[in-house]
């Protein structure tokens, strides 16, 4: 299983931040839309018990059936701070996600990759200590700007940093209907990342690995509380 040290404070998780940055790979493609296995990641958290629950789905791409699922639960182990939150949610995460009966050729993560204050949001982090391609679609655009993209599905604009620089796509999944945000992780191209999110979103705003990933942890999460009671 795939360790990740528990930060002692702040600045000792900025510096590994700092470090594992720049093992992020930006100039590979990334496995095609439409094939392999596909994962999806997402956290719950109860913050009244310091609980927070993850939950990893495995579907097929071509079909996105649910090939498997798995969830795991635990305390929270790093305290709240923004632009740091992957340090909260990894160890939670890897767990559930190295406990499926098959290795993913992508990681979906409801959240940010490049698109983070500090240029590495969970979708990277996750990417990096585990060697898999990964990508981030997040509800809204935290802290960058973008125009608004054509009605459309499949159109989409620029995420731009305060300096300008691009970091990931507004990207329109539904006709007329709100935007996701979607960023490179690891292992991904930025184009590759907005084509996987419209394939995973044939009818709602929302991929399917988000949708059915979110699911399961809020489930898995009243299964642990409930444990505590």
């Known amino acids: 299983m795939t360790t990740v040290k528990t930060p002692a404070d702040e600045a000792e998780a900025r510096a590994i931040q700092d470090e594992l940055r720049g093992l992020v790979v930006l100039d590979e493609v990334g496995p095609p ?15 009244e018990r310091d609980l ?7 579907l097929d791409a071509a079909t996105l059936e649910v090939v498997a699922e ?24 890897l767990a559930a996600l190295e406990a499926l ?12 990759g490049l698109a983070h204050p500090r240029g590495f949001g969970l979708a990277c982090h996750l990417g990096v200590v585990t060697g898999l391609p990964s990508m981030g679609v997040a509800k809204n655009p935290f802290t960058f700007t973008c125009e ?41 191209s930025l ?12 009818r709602f705003r929302i991929p399917e690995t988000t949708r059915r990933a ?14 505590l009671q």
């Open 33 to 47: 839309p439409g094939q392999g296995l596909i994962a999806g990641v997402d956290v719950a958290y109860d913050d």
């Open 52 to 58: 927070v629950a993850a939950a990893a789905v495995l």
């Open 70 to 93: 798995s969830t795991a639960a635990g305390s929270v182990s790093f305290p709240y701070v923004p632009g740091l939150l992957a340090f909260r949610e990894l160890p939670t995460v």
């Open 101 to 112: 009966p098959a290795t993913p050729d992508l990681v979906v993560c409801d959240g940010y």
């Open 148 to 188: 608004e993209p054509g009605p459309a599905r499949g159109e989409a604009s620029p995420l731009l940093a305060p300096d300008g620089a691009v970091v990931g796509r507004a990207l329109r999944t539904q006709h007329r209907i709100k935007p996701v945000y979607v960023s490179v992780g690891h292992r991904v």
């Open 191 to 202: 184009d590759n990342a907005c084509a996987h999110a419209l394939a995973l979103s044939p």
């Open 214 to 227: 979110d699911s399961l942890c809020r489930r898995a999460l009243r299964e642990a509380v409930d444990a």
